[in-house]
């Protein structure tokens, strides 16, 4: 194990206790009072040491009993405080306060575990087996860790190597990959590797474990047929989880996978055979279907109440599966039709926070239910609160009805938008009715008739009748606003000729969107000076879009070389202060080269910062950049690490090429030239000019890296340098020069 060994220090002389008990220490500290300590019986040179440290504390000459919580702690620890002790053993360790002495806190820390205290039995084992004021000790390392309940990621990652060596403990491989997977699971940064060791030993949790760090690129790219080869893999193996995840990949059909609900269910079925319950859950599903299996009803409420019930998992239930009985129960048209114990499991799962529960007893409330739900809006407006505020559309529309109506409640329309707007983003049809309503009429909020008019142009789109003939009424009587949402209504039918005629007659009245969308018509066009006349107009009425867009056109128009462009600098300035993420990047851009402006790397961070925490990629990778390079930032390789893998998780081509570089020097991570060059790929396959040129000042043979390569060449030559690149620079000081990285080396068997 590479680490580094700290040395013990040479103890610093003891003192006369003869002399110091002559000294009145303040706030009454005597020798004569504290001389009796179990640490002063049990280890007297360490009480020794500390009487000394304590002694050597500034004090107060005008408040001689004033005590700071450092001298407090230290009067602690020398009355045998096993807390103080420990505490005490922190600040020496990381130089808190008080000067830094690794060899004291860990004598401080090993006093204290051996007293018993086990919060320090972690830490001892930690000092032991990293070499902190001490020798590097795997065996007592091991020893500590044992003892200890805590199991985080660090020490999990430990006992696994301890364990797969044989080192202080008995040698098990398969509790070592055990605990090498629970590390990986809890995070930790070598949890790859950690997964790959146990899945190349044929362990088929760590088979599992590896392909779900491939599915959802848990530091390294998404690559769905290798999660898939391993999740088969791990199911052949008869792993449980393995099974369920590929029939949910199955039956999902996403990530490129073909929906196949037959394969699915042949899955779920061998995960249920092991009392898999989320398994076993999506099988009752599929019977309640009669999806990839023949339509049983009996049977699915047969499973579902199975679930219901006390189980491992769910002492109380599982809520879902107490819901989907329910519903089954509640349906009229099932012949098993039973509303009262319908009613039961329903109300069991609406109290274990189930919200579709919650939100369906609130319905059976508001109208009543036959015999067995007598109407009662109080609760009604208690279940329905209770859905909506876990997210479910459905109640957050109908505690809207009833704020808006005064239902059941004193009417709040403030309120009543509220929940409509919640409702509306996520999709729900009745609350974008709403909303669009509300703007229009400025109906608790502000009038926002733009808004309004083009969720009523997107509802008429979806088939909305009533929302068509307000929207048409509206436009025929003048509303720029509807005369913009009748163009989007008819260009997303593709009748454009209409449409177009109506987005001219919003533009002549004057509506921003309508003005920007003109813009983007003649840029299409290729007409320069109209898409600049419209860039302006529209950006002179505040539309964001516009000021950006008509930053960078006349970024174009100028030579950057030119000493200014006041009208650029200004339209990308007012975008950017709009809280435009794009616009903020290339501020960032204009600062840091020094573009029409002054250089000024930390105005520049400060803007690459508003771009990252805005979700721009490009301002992402750019704060990796500056913490590499220590551009306005103390250098910080972790930092830098971290930035570059948000970025490549976004997708960001020069995001992907720097984490792979990341990698393959071992900057912020351990050098790993496999995962490396799976990043440096993924980079390359974008197409990217810059990450080419990157690629070709390093010296790599981009040809053989991605078939990508041809096509970047293509847009590189149709574009010029200045747009595409800017001026290139290098990214890595450690990467300048020429780098042909070898694959890793296979071991013959």
């Not at 000042?697 to 890296?705: A, H, M, P, Y």
Request: include cysteine; charged fraction near 25%.
């Amino acid at each position: 194990m590479d680490v580094d060994k700290a040395k013990p220090t040479d103890m610093p002389p003891t003192l006369d206790l003869c002399c110091l008990s002559s000294y009145l220490l303040p706030n009454a500290l005597t020798w004569q009072a504290i001389h009796l300590s179990d640490i002063e019986k049990d280890e007297p040179v360490l009480y020794d040491e500390l009487l000394h440290r304590y002694h050597l504390l500034p004090h107060s000459e005008s408040q001689p009993a004033a005590v700071s919580p450092l001298h407090d702690l230290h009067r602690q620890a020398l009355k045998g405080n096993l807390k103080s002790i420990f505490e005490l053993s922190e600040h020496y360790q990381q130089g808190k306060e008080i000067d830094k002495d690794q060899y004291l806190s860990f004598r401080l820390v090993k006093y204290a575990a051996e007293q018993g205290y086990q919060k320090a039995f972690s830490v001892l084992g930690k000092y032991h087996a990293y070499g902190i004021g001490t020798q590097q000790n795997l065996h007592e390392a091991a020893h500590w860790f044992q003892k200890t309940d805590i199991r985080d990621a660090e020490i999990l990652a430990l006992l696994a190597y301890c364990h797969h060596n044989g080192v202080g403990v008995p040698k098990d491989e398969t509790k070592a990959y055990d605990l090498w997977l629970d590390a990986a699971d809890q995070g930790h940064s070598e949890g790859f590797r950690f997964c790959q060791i146990a899945a190349e030993a044929g362990y088929a949790r760590g088979q599992f474990t590896l392909g779900h760090f491939y599915q959802h690129g848990i530091g390294i790219p998404v690559n769905i047929q290798e999660a898939l080869r391993l999740f088969h893999q791990s199911a052949e193996q008869n792993y449980v989880h393995a099974q369920c995840r590929l029939g949910i990949l199955y039956s999902e059909g996403n990530y490129g996978i073909e929906r196949d609900p037959v394969v699915a269910v042949q899955w779920f079925r061998l995960a249920a055979d092991q009392n898999d319950s989320l398994a076993l859950h999506w099988l009752a599903h599929y019977f309640e279907m009669g999806d990839g299996v023949e339509q049983n009803k009996d049977e699915a409420a047969r499973m579902f109440r199975e679930l219901a019930q006390c189980t491992a998992n769910y002492p109380k239930g599982d809520p879902a599966s107490q819901f989907r009985l329910a519903a089954l129960l509640l349906d009229q048209e099932y012949a098993g039709y039973n509303p009262k114990e319908g009613l039961q499991w329903l109300q069991k799962a609406a109290q274990q926070n189930d919200r579709k529960s919650q939100s369906t007893l609130a319905m059976l409330y508001c109208d009543g239910f036959e015999d067995i739900v007598k109407q009662n809006l109080k609760e009604a407006r208690r279940w329905f609160r209770k859905a909506a505020e876990q997210g479910d559309a459905v109640a957050q529309y109908y505690l809207g009805e009833m704020y808006f109506d005064g239902n059941g409640v004193t009417e709040n329309l403030k309120a009543a938008f509220r929940w409509y707007k919640l409702a509306s983003e996520t999709g729900y049809f009745r609350a974008v009715q709403k909303v669009a309503h509300c703007y229009i009429n400025g109906i608790g909020t502000p009038k926002n008739e733009s808004g309004g008019y083009k969720m009523l142009a997107s509802l008429a789109f979806h088939g909305d009748a009533e929302a068509g003939t307000l929207l048409r009424s509206a436009a025929v009587s003048g509303n720029p606003a509807a005369e913009y949402g009748m163009f989007a209504y008819h260009y997303h039918h593709q009748d454009l000729e209409t449409g177009y005629r109506w987005l001219e007659k919003s533009a002549d009245h004057g509506h921003a969107e309508a003005l920007y969308t003109q813009a983007t018509r003649y840029a299409a066009d290729g007409d320069s000076e109209q898409k600049l006349h419209y860039y302006r107009l529209a950006a002179e009425k505040g539309n964001v879009e516009a000021q950006y867009d008509l930053g960078l056109a006349l970024e174009d128009v100028f030579d950057k070389k030119a000493p200014t462009n006041e009208e650029a600098f200004k339209w990308m300035k007012a975008a950017a202060d709009q809280g435009h993420a794009r616009a903020n990047y290339c501020l960032g851009n204009f600062y840091r080269s020094g573009t029409w402006v002054d250089s000024d790397p930390y105005k520049a961070f400060e803007h690459y910062s508003k771009a990252a925490s805005m979700g721009d990629a490009d301002g992402i990778d750019r704060l990796g950049e500056c913490y590499l390079d220590g551009t306005a930032v103390p250098v910080n390789e972790h930092l830098a690490f971290q930035y570059f893998e948000c970025a490549a998780q976004l997708g960001n081509p020069k995001g992907l090429c720097n984490l792979g570089l990341c990698h393959l020097h071992g900057i912020g991570c351990r050098q790993d030239t496999t995962i490396a060059f799976q990043w440096i790929l993924r980079a390359a396959d974008t197409g990217d000019p810059i990450v080419f040129k990157i690629l070709q000042e390093l010296g790599l043979d981009v040809n053989q890296l991605s078939a990508g390569y041809r096509r970047s060449q293509e847009v590189w030559s149709k574009a010029t340098g200045d747009r595409l690149g800017g001026v290139f620079d290098k990214i890595f000081d450690k990467s300048k020069r020429s780098i042909v990285p070898r694959p890793p080396k296979v071991e013959e068997q």
